[in-house]
């Protein structure tokens, strides 16, 4: 947090910016990803929306709308100086915004607590919260459609490599207590490391749980699933899920299950696992309990997780404050009806063609009270933080 805490304090008074398509005949300036700025800029809830640029001196960018606060591209050289996007989305905010025929979560900042929360209720003092349920019994990224990932937030960039989102969510937001504002800050820096931190203050006691929803493929071929993709977990052990991926309370050790990624390697060894936490979720979609978070509090200089795509050469270290990180192979990618969604470049994506690698506390964390507890207070100021640095291996 050194580095993104130093670089804010450092920069003041900054103007927004943003690059623009050029107007009249000219041909649209497209970003390094390909991506055309015009097809972002619109209106949403009366807000302006747009599509913002961070990039630094080592050929990084990453493309950002402020719907969402979501990030829609990020190119990183390979081995071989090629520029790789390497995640997941669309190319367009139509059909970000389309709940109805397109939804997703993709590169998303979520919303006030990410993952589920079972039956969508909690005890937070005296009182029983009934959240709104968007995912069978349960509550899942905030309320989904009606969360923070499909709300437009107020934007201002500094300079190349910061970008400040804004947001103010009212209290009885999906059933959650408390006005909340909350903001995300991404700030891309020299050594090719993607900084995020969530801050936010509440006026009533409530929960908050932030996390970003990118899905990784080093390879930058989203037509194959990322069987080759090379993982590393810093994790003892992990909390088992039920068929509807709320834990059981269980904290179980990783050794000897396919859930032990303490030793780096290929997802496709273990994805197709008969072992019934894969089977339940036809794949990963769990959380690990970190190495990195003791004594209540979460080392960000230590590896908590990597990937690796032995065909692009490009590695990402993942670092956090947050006691767990959730796992998800893009089990639902390619299933059904998303088989025939394009995204990006016209591409339809195939299961398991990406892993996602959330920061947060852990899923159903109110109602498991021995469990790091996501409780903000007034007059608290809620942080977290991860970080994700791309280098060459």
């Not at 599509?51 to 081995?79: F, H, Q, W």
């Not at 919260?129 to 923070?148: A, E």
């Not at 894969?278 to 970190?290: E, K, R, S």
């Not at 979460?298 to 947050?322: H, R, Y």
Request: proline share 6%; charged share 20%; hydrophobic share 30%.
């Amino acid at each position: 947090m050194k580095v993104l805490k130093g670089t804010l304090m450092g920069l003041s008074a900054a103007a927004l910016l943003f690059s623009a398509c050029a107007g009249g005949q000219k041909a649209p300036q497209l970003t390094v990803s390909g991506l055309d700025p015009a097809k972002f800029d619109t209106t949403i809830q009366n807000k302006p929306v747009k599509l913002y640029t961070l990039k630094n001196a080592n050929g990084m960018e990453i493309c950002i709308t402020n719907y969402g606060g979501r990030i829609v591209s990020l190119v990183v050289p390979d081995k071989d100086g090629k520029p790789t996007d390497v995640v997941l989305g669309f190319d367009n905010i139509a059909q970000y915004a389309d709940t109805i025929n397109t939804p997703s979560d993709y590169g998303s900042s979520v919303g006030r607590y990410a993952n589920r929360i079972k039956n969508g209720q909690f005890a937070l003092g005296e009182d029983t919260i009934q959240l709104k349920k968007n995912d069978g019994p349960n509550c899942l990224h905030g309320g989904g459609n009606t969360g923070w990932m499909h709300q437009v937030y107020d934007a201002e960039q500094i300079g190349d490599s910061i970008l400040k989102l804004t947001i103010v969510a009212p209290d009885g937001e999906n059933g959650f207590p408390g006005k909340v504002m909350a903001v995300t800050t991404y700030v891309l820096t020299a050594n090719n490391t993607l900084e995020m931190l969530w801050e936010a203050e509440t006026d009533k006691p409530t929960i908050i749980n932030q996390t970003n929803h990118n899905y990784y493929n080093l390879s930058g071929d989203f037509t194959k699933p990322a069987y080759d993709m090379v993982l590393y977990v810093n994790a003892d052990n992990f909390t088992p899920s039920d068929k509807l991926y709320i834990p059981t309370g269980e904290i179980k050790p990783v050794e000897g299950t396919p859930m032990d990624f303490r030793t780096p390697h290929a997802l496709g060894d273990s994805i197709q696992s008969d072992f019934d936490q894969i089977q339940n979720a036809t794949g990963y979609d769990h959380n690990f309990c970190l190495n990195t978070y003791k004594n209540g509090k979460g080392d960000v200089n230590q590896v908590c997780a990597s990937l690796w795509s032995p065909k692009t050469g490009i590695f990402m270290e993942m670092f956090t404050n947050e006691p767990g990180v959730q796992v998800y192979s893009g089990n639902f990618q390619g299933v059904g009806a998303d088989k025939d969604i394009a995204r990006k470049h016209g591409i339809t994506y195939p299961k398991h063609v990406s892993v996602c690698l959330e920061s947060q506390k852990y899923p159903d964390s109110p109602n498991h009270p021995e469990w790091v507890q996501p409780t903000l207070n007034p007059g608290e100021k809620y942080q977290s933080y991860a970080a994700y640095k791309f280098s060459i291996k």
